[in-house]
C-alpha cells in the first residue's frame, strides 16, 4: 500500500535492537531522545532532581559523568530514583565502568580512544555482561587514537570509522553484542560523513549527536542540519543533542528535530508565522508564552498561531486548534481545522491553553478507551504513540 504522501516517507535504516534498560533501542523502536545531566554526580540530590526535570521533558534516556569513585558510589541511589535508563559515562579511568555496572548503570559509555588497553576495555565487557548492561563505544574527533591519527593524518570520517570498527570487533571477539555506536565530531561534515560510513559498515543501532556543537541557537542550528540530515536519510536510533544549555534544553530540541521529520509526536507541534505589519497581535510574545505554558502537555497535537488571515485559515485547517488574528481585537479560533469561535485580546491566552489541555484530556482519553494507556508498560506504550 502507498503512502499518502510519498514525499514525507523516511524509509528507516534496519538495525538490531538492543536494550538500554526497559527502552528499546534500534530494530523499529522509536528514536529514543537523551540528555546528559551536570550536576556533580557525587551530589546524588542534585543529580536525581535534574533528572526529574529532563524527565518532564520527555528524556528516554539519562547520561551521568562518572570521574570519581564518590561519583559511582552516588550511583545506586540516581539508579534507583530515576525512572528512565541511567547511562554511565566513563573516560580514562575504566575501574569507574566497573563500578558503575556493578551499581546498576543501564549502559557504559566508552570512549576507547582514551580509556586505555584493549584488556582494560575487556575488563568492562565482562563487567558489562555480568550485570546485563549495554555498552555506547563512543568514537570522538577530539580524541582518537595516536595511531589513527599518525595513520590518516588528522580526524577524517575514515578515520572515525575504523576506531568504531576495531572496537565493535573488541566487543564481538568476547561474544558481546548489545552495544551501539557513536562517530561524533563538531565539524557538520565529518560526523555526518563518519555516520554514514559506519551506516554502511555495520547493522548496530547508532546513536546520533555532534558534539561540542554551542549554546542554544548556535548548538540547535549544527545540531539540527548534522543529526536531521542523518535522520531524514533513515540514520539513527537514539539523539542526543550536545548544547551548552541546561540538559531539558537539549530534550526539547531533540523532539523538536524527530518532530519535524515526523518521528516522534509528543507535546505540542506549533505551526507560527513570523508576524509582520498585518498582524491582528502580538504573535511573537504570544507564541513564547504558549511554548512556555503548554510545556507540561505531552499528548501530541497541533496548535497553528497566525496573526492575519493571510495563511491562518489554510494553516487552521490543518491544525488541532487554531488562532488567527483578526480586527479590532477579535481573532478567529479553529477547532479541528473549522471555524468556531471569537475571542478577544484580553482572554486569547489563556483560553488556547485551556483549549489544548482539554484537547489533549480527549485524546488521552480516546487512547484508554481503545485500551492504548494506563494498562501498558511505558516502553510499549511509548513505541505505540510514537507510530
Not at 378 to 383: G, I, L, R
Amino acid at each position: 500500500m502507498s503512502a499518502i504522501r510519498p514525499w514525507r516517507a523516511i524509509e528507516r535504516r534496519k538495525s538490531r535492537r538492543i536494550m538500554v534498560g526497559n527502552v528499546p533501542v534500534g530494530g523499529d523502536a522509536p528514536i529514543t531522545v537523551q540528555t546528559m545531566t551536570n550536576t556533580p554526580t557525587e551530589d546524588a540530590a542534585a543529580t536525581i532532581d535534574q533528572i526529574r526535570r529532563c524527565e518532564d521533558a520527555g528524556a528516554d534516556i539519562i547520561r551521568v559523568s562518572c570521574p570519581t569513585e564518590e561519583a559511582t558510589a552516588a550511583m545506586p541511589a540516581i539508579v534507583r530514583a530515576a525512572n528512565i535508563p541511567v547511562v554511565a559515562d566513563i573516560h580514562f579511568h575504566y575501574k569507574r565502568a566497573l563500578e558503575a555496572a556493578d551499581a546498576g548503570a543501564a549502559c557504559l559509555r566508552i570512549n576507547p580512544g582514551n580509556i586505555g588497553s584493549d584488556a582494560r576495555v575487556a575488563e568492562v565487557i565482562r563487567a558489562a555482561k555480568a550485570n546485563g548492561c549495554a555498552i555506547r563505544i563512543g568514537v570522538n574527533a577530539g580524541s582518537l587514537e595516536k595511531d589513527l591519527l599518525e595513520k590518516y593524518g588528522e580526524p577524517c570520517p575514515e578515520a572515525l570509522v575504523e576506531s568504531a570498527l576495531d572496537h565493535i570487533k573488541l566487543l564481538q571477539d568476547h561474544d558481546f553484542h548489545e552495544y551501539k555506536v557513536a562517530v561524533k565530531a563538531s565539524d557538520v561534515f565529518l560526523a555526518v560523513s563518519a555516520y554514514m560510513g559506519l551506516a554502511e559498515a555495520v547493522d548496530c543501532p547508532l546513536h546520533l549527536g555532534i558534539t561540542e556543537a554551542g549554546g542554544l541557537i548556535g548548538g540547535t542550528v549544527k545540531s539540527s542540519i548534522g543529526i536531521g540530515n542523518l535522520l531524514w536519510a533513515g540514520i539513527g536510533d537514539t539523539i542526543r543533542v550536545s548544547l551548552s544549555a541546561e540538559p531539558e534544553d537539549e530534550v526539547r530540541v531533540g523532539f523538536e528535530i524527530l518532530k519535524a521529520l515526523g518521528l516522534r509526536t509528543r507535546g505540542v507541534r506549533v505551526v507560527s508565522c513570523p508576524s509582520c505589519a498585518r498582524q491582528g497581535f502580538d504573535v511573537i510574545r504570544t507564541v513564547q508564552a504558549l511554548e512556555e505554558r503548554l510545556q507540561h502537555i505531552k499528548t501530541p497535537l497541533s496548535l497553528s498561531v497566525l496573526g492575519c488571515v493571510v495563511n491562518g485559515p489554510g494553516e487552521a485547517r490543518e491544525t488541532d486548534i487554531g488562532i488567527t488574528g483578526g480586527g479590532k481585537g477579535k481573532h478567529m479560533v479553529y477547532l479541528s481545522g473549522v471555524t468556531d469561535h471569537h475571542v478577544s485580546d484580553a482572554d486569547m491566552l489563556d483560553h488556547i491553553v485551556d483549549l489544548v489541555e482539554k484537547k489533549a484530556a480527549e485524546i488521552e482519553a480516546d487512547m484508554s478507551d481503545a485500551g492504548q494507556a494506563d494498562e501498558m508498560p511505558a516502553a510499549v506504550k511509548q513505541a505505540e504513540v510514537a507510530k
